[in-house]
């Protein structure tokens, strides 16, 4: 749902600006319209915190990860322990 205005953004808007800004998508402009919007809207102010919190948790974390190979050697092995 998009706002007349160029400058003035629904809230809508300014998360998904605010999640491509989180993976460095946002362009210039979008920036821009996120930042007026965080200067007057509590909700995006709490969205964007939240989002900060969630992206610093997850760099910092220690998830490993298994290749596909592995994943699909799992896949076989469970299916032929089940009978199929």
Known sequence: MKTNSKLFISCEEAKYICD???YGE???PEILQLNIRLIYC??????????????ETI???DVQTISASQKK????????????
């Open 73 to 84: 050697m799992m896949k076989e092995e469970l299916q032929k322990q089940l009978g199929k």
């Open 26 to 28: 946002a362009s210039f």
């Open 59 to 61: 760099r910092n974390s």
């Open 42 to 55: 509590k909700i995006t102010r709490a969205y964007v915190k939240r989002n900060k919190k969630l992206t």
């Open 20 to 22: 491509k800004n989180q």
